[in-house]
């Protein structure tokens, strides 16, 4: 498992770029909001601790997963230097998950293709609820601190 023995929400903080003056969108997933909320709080704390200015950062709603695409093509038109997409997708007991992973997968990536701002993937796709815990705020950390300094990277870079 990649993140067996890695707390997502470690890193050096002295290799950020200064982020104080990016605008940052975040798109996030209301299907398994007690998963996606605890991302989303990892991300916003990891922005607001990069110097982030909290007026820079926007947050929008879409119902699940698969409308993060959508969701995040808009608010890249929003003069924002990155976009976050947050989701959750647990596996049950039929194809939807694999469907619903390869699309998001797929449909953020073409963002990231055909746009000039990018989209980071802070999407869990696990296969139980627990392994969802652990990367939202749990024993591995949380993948949304992860997705943050991503973008953060990710807008110093488009600059």
């Not at 991302?39 to 950062?57: M, P, S, T």
């Not at 969701?71 to 924002?80: E, L, P």
């Not at 989209?119 to 139980?128: G, K, S």
């Amino acid at each position: 498992m990649a993140t067996e023995n890695k707390n997502l929400s470690e890193y050096d903080k002295a290799t950020i770029p200064n982020a104080k003056n990016f605008r940052f969108g975040i798109v996030v997933s209301e299907w398994n909001d007690t998963i996606t909320e605890g991302l989303y709080k990892g991300a916003i704390q990891a922005l607001l601790d990069n110097h982030v200015l909290a007026e820079n950062i926007i947050r929008w709603n879409v119902p699940g997963s698969f409308e993060l695409i959508y969701g995040c093509k808009k608010m890249q038109q929003q003069q924002v230097d990155a976009v976050i997409a947050i989701g959750s997708v647990i596996q049950g007991e039929t194809k939807h998950f694999d469907f619903v992973c390869e699309g998001v997968t797929q449909g953020i990536k073409d963002l990231n293709v055909l746009h000039n701002v990018p989209v980071i993937f802070c999407v869990l796709t696990d296969n139980n609820i627990q392994q969802s815990i652990d990367r939202s705020g749990g024993k591995h950390g949380n993948k949304g601190t992860e997705a943050a300094i991503a973008a953060i990277k990710m807008a110093e870079l488009n600059k």
